[in-house]
């Protein structure tokens, strides 16, 4: 008898909660009127990259002009640790997640479940592959990729040997700024090898170590991010070679070395104005209103004056 009372009282509670599908009162996100009492929660992929510091900067700084509130995490460039992350800020109760994903396909799962309780999701520099992003805010990386091609064709002639330093595989911006980048290179330059350095300027400076001995005669470096050129250019002023150095970012050590004449150039973006736009596409979506699937944020490149 026991054991069917037991029995029963586990089915209506299992029932229970099936039927409980409205998302708790502090998930339900909150629309219209003032939004000075807003939440935002912000996951970086790392901020051991001065790119990412300039893009957290600029949510910050446009937040509290705005009265809104910033939990910010760092995922340290680990997948799993970024969606454990944002299960966290869901649990604090944030009004909205503005995720720069540090693998687009592994956030899919917490966008999803963010989805599931009405939270909105706006992401920075990189998209998620799932789930329902309001927008995604960021620089045309493929244009970029493009940009630094064409630079070392106008600069080399066609047929140079180059190589290729790409980010963390699974990284929409890896995927896009390579993508741009053979567009040209595939027809009028000769990649003679391309390996991932994860967005890291140590990894970037030991890639580099071993693929200058592969390639001897090479005559230009296409990196993913500044971090992983300035890598490469100490790997190339320690073997005495010649190479042109091309990176993505335009975050101030690379800006930096352009002066001095080590970098070559670099596809600059502007972090900054990424996280501000974030932040604004956040108030809008909180107030109702319809925004770009797609934010541009401009790109220039630099080079020595």
């Known amino acids: 008898m026991k054991k069917t009372t037991?029995?029963?009282?586990?089915?209506?509670?299992?029932?229970?909660?099936?039927?409980?599908?409205?998302?708790?009162?502090?998930?339900?996100?909150?629309?219209?009127?003032?939004?000075?009492?807003?939440k935002i929660g912000l996951s970086i992929s790392t901020l051991n990259n001065p790119f990412f510091v300039s893009l957290?900067?600029?949510?910050?700084a446009e937040a509290a002009k705005l009265g809104m509130e910033v939990v910010v995490v760092d995922a340290q460039n680990d997948s799993a640790k970024q969606s454990n992350d944002v299960d966290?800020?869901?649990?604090?109760?944030?009004?909205?997640?503005?995720?720069?994903?540090?693998?687009?396909?592994?956030?899919?799962?917490?966008?999803?479940?963010?989805?599931?309780l009405g939270i909105p999701v706006i992401t920075l520099d990189r998209s998620a592959d799932k789930g329902d992003v309001k927008a995604l805010v960021a620089s045309d990386n493929v244009k970029g990729g493009q940009m630094a091609a064409e630079y070392m064709?106008?600069?080399l002639g066609k047929g140079a040997k180059v190589i290729e330093l790409e980010g963390?595989?699974?990284?929409?911006?890896?995927?896009?700024?390579?993508?741009?980048?053979?567009?040209i290179a595939d027809k009028e330059l000769t990649v003679v090898a391309k390996q991932a350095?994860?967005?890291?300027?140590?990894?970037?400076?030991?890639?580099?170590?071993?693929?200058?001995?592969?390639?001897?005669d090479v005559k230009a470096v296409f990196a993913h991010n500044d971090e992983m050129a300035l890598g490469a250019i100490e790997a190339i002023q320690s073997s005495g070679k010649d190479v042109m150095v091309i990176g993505f970012d335009g975050n101030d050590d690379a800006l930096?070395?352009?002066?001095?004449?080590?970098?070559?150039?670099?596809?600059?973006?502007?972090?900054?104005?990424i996280g501000q736009l974030a932040v604004q596409a956040a108030k809008?979506?909180?107030q109702g209103k319809t925004v770009e699937k797609t934010i541009p944020a401009p790109l220039k490149l630099v080079v020595k004056e």
């Open 88 to 116: 966290d800020l869901i649990q604090k109760g944030v009004n909205v997640l503005l995720i720069n994903p540090t693998d687009s396909s592994a956030i899919s799962t917490v966008v999803q479940s963010a989805n599931s």
């Open 168 to 183: 963390v595989p699974g990284a929409s911006a890896t995927r896009e700024r390579g993508k741009g980048f053979h567009d």
């Open 256 to 273: 930096k070395s352009i002066k001095e004449g080590k970098l070559t150039a670099t596809v600059a973006q502007q972090p900054e104005l």
């Open 153 to 155: 064709v106008k600069q």
């Open 56 to 60: 957290k900067d600029g949510v910050v």
């Open 197 to 216: 350095a994860d967005f890291d300027r140590t990894k970037g400076l030991n890639v580099m170590e071993n693929l200058l001995q592969g390639n001897p």
């Open 284 to 286: 809008d979506v909180l």
């Open 6 to 38: 037991l029995f029963l009282v586990s089915l209506m509670l299992i029932f229970m909660t099936g039927c409980s599908l409205e998302p708790p009162e502090w998930a339900k996100p909150k629309t219209g009127g003032d939004v000075k009492d807003i």
